[in-house]
């Protein structure tokens, strides 16, 4: 989506003649303008200079809004040889269209215009109706007040002569405007009093005093004066409330980084922002922020990501953990390397998001453009109508005069205009600010639609990473002792299921023992030898079969994990089985909350995952999902959206590679934020804290950020179809109501600022419940509560049983010439060891001999090809 900075409108009815007539520009795809900041985005292919025409040609000014593209040509290539962008021309861009320069000039405006009011209402209403006192020379001179309260008005209409430019300009391009209106009922205002005035000089010149003073209190140049400025007035209170519905992206543009302490040659320097390059190392000292996405190359500290996730609990990093743009260091000194800078980093992007949904219209804004762009016409035919109506029934001049002109300044088209961009605005600022980013108006308005919640599994409903889930001890052993022993072996070993049991036993303070011959048997476990001399041994239950006893009480208890989606490592000593510990894919803290939130709202759950059908119902029930679609691969699941689609509007999130097709199939895509940039890319929501809760607040913030449109759209009808018959006299004869020209213009400038302030309620709105505080970065580290079990049982006696039949060992000697030292005597051992059967081998080169210790039967042609293989000769094997 290309910007471009507007200027010139002034209501809902200009913002509708810039979309008409740019929508026209070959190659525009869509066109929407936002009133609330004066921007527009464009799609589509169409040249800047035809856009920029077009809006010229409709008598408004437009500029292309600055990206940065510009910079990233000039600063060439990163040294990874990749562009590098920088975000100081994109935000530049951004920070110019919010600057208010609006509000100082309006305040002058109002200011002198109210110094000269005042002036001319004691003139007008003072004097004429109080009988305030005046000069000497003007007590009788009832010409020459006239004449000072003709040039007072004249003086103020000056000042505000924005509007008769506005108004009149726009007249002539064919598309009238608030200010036309504005305009019209000001000049028609002094354009009668003018009138008069020429009157009274005629009724003076034949003597009629009567006929002059019946003229003199039909005056209305204090309406002229007042309309403009109580319209202004208006205008300034909404200018005001405007800024403040993109408080949240002033904000976070305040976050961006202006220079960065970047370490080159081992030397440290201040350098601007736009210089830092991918690939720097940047020093971070506590309370400073940081300059730049990447991650931890030195040291440790704990950093406050509340700017991008909402989360005020602080998040402790250490070497090679991630760090973000705009976040702040609360305590120890840190080196950062750079992995993405300017506006590639999140902050920039974030900051794009909001621009982005403030520069899109929601689908419930059509409704309201249409009649915008219409109601100016109507509201002038109106007023004619009205004028001819009353002169018919045989009112007088003035009276019909008065009923004419207040309905042109009661009238007001921007109110509709921007009921909803205000509301869309400040929701998109609530979301951003508690890490939930709409990057589309329309995505703030459907999403609270959603009848059906898709959700992926892995890392989305799940951590996404094993976790130690049980332990399962046998009748003689010890928790910490197995622990200790597992965590040993799984040190050494680089499966994702090791790391589960490393990291738990880390976090309990355990040390890892001493261990000699390490050996991974792929697909079935670990073996390796401690310095007492004894082997242990970690893997499935069929690897451990071959090692030790395994008794019915345990396999029966590993089926059962097996059920619940978890994975059985049996751990065992020489010939004693020790413990079964469990890992799983654990759900989230939130998941099943969450779930359960979204069940109450009404919405279906359903979970989709490429797990096979019995881990993903252990996981499905545990989260509570209504439905469980398992075993789809990659490019079913866009297909399994599809089906749900039939059924309601779907919500698919998700935070893989392999959700992207998915999340586009979808009605709404929600990425979780530490998913994979194509998952974002593809989303039209990202949830930067990847916690399930966050689709709750935003359902919940959408739901209410669409009430708020309807309220204000509501109100902005409402308050037009009560006032324009209030101001042209339909209830004079029913009720005897009737509306001075000034009071319409009062409220005319009111109805807009009503409208904003409401779309500002929104800034109240708590997205979560006070009692459903978010789980913070030290509780969430936590390791899901590990269950233990110690199975009692009797070992003695099943020992005796035929559970055990065919695990004692046998042993066979092998003699062998070639051995020449320890390095051989290892080899030996090795080769041997790697033969299913074989729980355990020593061997000698001073005895020539290699001794096996078997569970089961193994050839003796097997041993000796395993031992010849090694280029050594077996003679004999007993």
């Not at 305040?254 to 940047?282: C, F, Q, Y």
């Not at 261990?515 to 004894?534: H, P, Q, R």
């Not at 049982?793 to 559970?803: F, V």
């Amino acid at each position: 989506m290309e910007q471009y900075n507007i200027t010139g409108m002034s209501c809902a009815a200009c913002q509708a003649r810039v979309e008409k007539a740019v929508s026209k520009v070959d190659g525009v795809e869509s066109c929407a303008v936002s009133l609330l900041t004066n921007s527009m985005g464009i799609t589509g292919t169409a040249k800047e200079e035809d856009i920029i025409k077009a809006v010229t040609n409709a008598g408004y000014g437009a500029s292309k809004r600055d990206d940065g593209s510009a910079d990233a040509e000039a600063n060439g290539s990163d040294k990874t040889g990749a562009s590098t962008h920088h975000a100081s021309s994109q935000t530049r861009g951004i920070e110019d269209s919010l600057i208010d320069r609006e509000t100082p000039i309006l305040i002058k405006r109002l200011v002198s215009s109210i110094v000269f009011l005042l002036v001319l209402m004691y003139f007008s209403m003072g004097h004429m109706m109080f009988k305030w006192p005046l000069p000497g020379f003007l007590e009788d001179n009832i010409i020459a007040i006239a004449l000072i309260e003709m040039i007072l008005a004249t003086i103020v209409m000056y000042i505000n002569k924005k509007f008769f430019v506005s108004g009149f300009k726009s007249v002539i391009h064919g598309a009238p405007n608030m200010d036309t209106l504005v305009a019209l009922g000001s000049g028609v205002s002094f354009a009668w009093s003018l009138i008069l005035v020429f009157a009274m000089t005629d009724a003076m010149t034949l003597g009629d005093m009567e006929r002059m003073h019946s003229y003199a209190h039909n005056l209305y140049f204090e309406s002229a004066a007042m309309i403009v400025t109580l319209i202004t007035v208006g205008k300034l209170l909404e200018s005001i409330s405007k800024g403040r519905t993109t408080d949240a992206l002033k904000s976070l543009l305040k976050l961006a980084a202006k220079k960065a302490n970047v370490i080159r040659d081992g030397v440290e320097i201040e350098v601007p922002i736009e210089e830092v390059m991918v690939g720097d190392v940047v020093a971070v000292r506590p309370g400073e922020n940081v300059p730049i996405d990447g991650f931890v190359l030195e040291g440790n500290t704990s950093i406050d990501e509340s700017a991008l996730t909402g989360e005020s609990i602080p998040v402790d990093k250490e070497v090679n953990d991630t760090v973000f743009a705009a976040t702040t260091n609360k305590s120890g000194f840190i080196k950062v390397k750079a992995t993405r800078v300017g506006r590639d980093t999140s902050l920039s992007k974030i900051i794009q998001m909001v621009s982005d949904a403030a520069a899109t219209k929601a689908p419930i804004a059509k409704v309201a453009d249409k009649v915008s762009a219409v109601f100016v016409p109507i509201v002038i035919g109106i007023s004619i109508i009205t004028f001819i109506v009353w002169m018919l029934l045989g009112e007088d001049l003035a009276f019909s005069l008065a009923r004419a002109i207040s309905v042109l300044v009661i009238s007001c088209p921007c109110a509709l205009g921007l009921a909803t961009p205000v509301a869309i605005m400040v929701a998109s600022g609530v979301g951003a600010k508690n890490g939930v980013m709409f990057k589309t108006a329309v995505s703030i308005e459907e999403t609270g639609k959603m009848q059906i919640v898709a959700l992926d599994k892995t890392g989305t409903i799940t951590k996404g990473e094993p976790s130690l889930t049980d332990i399962i001890i046998n009748t003689n052993a010890n928790v910490n002792e197995a622990l200790k022993l597992i965590y040993s072996l799984e040190a050494k070993s680089e499966h994702p299921l090791a790391k589960a049991i490393v990291d738990y036993a880390k976090e309990r303070n355990i040390e890892a023992l001493e261990i000699t011959d390490f050996m991974a048997v792929s697909g079935n476990g670990l073996k390796g030898k401690l310095n007492t001399g004894e082997y242990i041994f970690a893997g499935n239950e069929s690897f451990i079969k071959k090692q030790a006893p395994v008794f019915k009480e345990f396999s029966d208890y590993a089926k059962k994990l097996s059920s619940e989606g978890k994975t059985a490592i049996f751990l065992a000593k020489d010939k004693e089985l020790l413990a079964i510990l469990a890992v799983a894919d654990i759900i989230k803290e939130d998941s099943a909350r969450a779930i359960k939130d979204l069940k109450e709202m009404g919405l279906r759950v359903v979970m989709i995952t490429g797990d096979n059908e019995l881990t993903a119902k252990a996981i499905g029930k545990e989260a509570g999902v209504d439905e469980v679609i398992a075993g789809v691969l990659p490019e079913g699941k866009a297909k399994a959206i599809n089906e749900l689609k039939t059924k309601g509007k779907v919500l698919m999130v998700g935070d893989g590679i392999n959700d992207a097709p998915a999340l586009v199939s979808a009605d709404m895509g929600f990425a979780i934020g530490a998913g994979t940039d194509v998952a974002i890319e593809s989303a039209d929501v990202v949830l930067m804290k990847s916690n399930l809760s966050d689709v709750v607040a935003a359902i919940k913030l959408s739901k209410k950020a669409l009430k708020n449109i309807y309220e204000n759209i509501f109100w902005a009808f409402i308050y037009n179809i009560i006032g324009i018959p209030l101001a042209a006299g339909v209830y004079i004869h029913l009720f005897g109501w009737s509306l001075n020209p000034m009071f319409g213009a009062a409220a005319m400038s009111l109805s807009s600022f009503c409208v904003v302030t409401n779309a500002l309620r929104l800034n109240l709105f708590r997205m979560r419940k006070d009692n459903q505080t978010q789980l913070s970065n030290e509780v969430s580290a936590k390791f899901f509560e590990v269950k233990v079990k110690k199975l009692d049982l009797d070992l003695e006696s099943l020992q005796n049983k035929e559970l055990i039949k065919g695990v004692n060992t046998m042993k066979k000697t092998i003699k062998i010439t070639g051995m020449m030292c320890g390095h051989c005597e290892a080899s030996v051992v090795k080769a041997l060891e790697a033969l299913d059967g074989v729980v355990k081998a020593t061997a000698s080169h001073e005895a020539g001999e290699a001794v096996v210790e078997l569970t089961s039967e193994v050839s003796n042609e097997t041993l000796k090809a395993a031992v010849e293989a090694k280029d050594y000769t077996v003679t004999a094997i007993n």
